[in-house]
């Protein structure tokens, strides 16, 4: 599968964005799919993600409440859709995508960038004060 992420931009801090990461190759529904986001000068950080059977999602704590991560089958898409946002939001987003390796996996978050196997290309948010 590969990942194209898009939908970054600039904008005011209360306004709202939806980032898209589009598959193509394989359905989406059979990955757990994630969200990481770095800022300029810190750490990559996992800001959202959920498990490949869609029953479990999480949210950092930084976002929980603004952000919400769901996905579109039909258009094997994963959407971020990021509300309230805040100049602390700036920051690079990646989506990436892992394959569970058994069924005992598919409801699993994986929160860590190196357990995933597929990742986009970043796409860019401001968010200005």
């Known amino acids: 599968v590969q990942l194209q992420a898009s939908g970054g931009g600039l904008v005011e801090a209360g306004g709202s964005l939806r980032l898209s990461c589009a598959a193509s190759?394989?359905?989406?529904?059979?990955?757990?799919v994630g969200w990481f986001r770095q800022a300029p000068g810190k750490e990559r950080e996992f800001a959202s993600g959920?498990?490949?059977?869609?029953?479990?999602?999480y949210y950092a704590d930084s976002v929980k409440g603004r952000f919400n991560i769901f996905r579109d089958n039909a258009k094997n898409t994963v959407y971020l859709q990021m509300n309230s946002l805040k100049p602390e939001d700036t920051a690079v987003y990646y989506c990436?995508?892992?394959?569970?390796?058994?069924?005992?996996?598919?409801?699993?978050?994986?929160?860590?960038?190196?357990?995933?196997?597929?990742w986009g290309q970043g796409t860019l948010v401001t968010v200005s004060s």
């Open positions: 990436a995508a892992k394959d569970p390796p058994s069924i005992r996996s598919y409801s699993r978050v994986y929160y860590t960038w190196g357990e995933y196997d597929v």
């Open positions: 959920f498990s490949r059977s869609g029953g479990t999602t």
């Open positions: 190759g394989r359905p989406f529904s059979r990955y757990a």
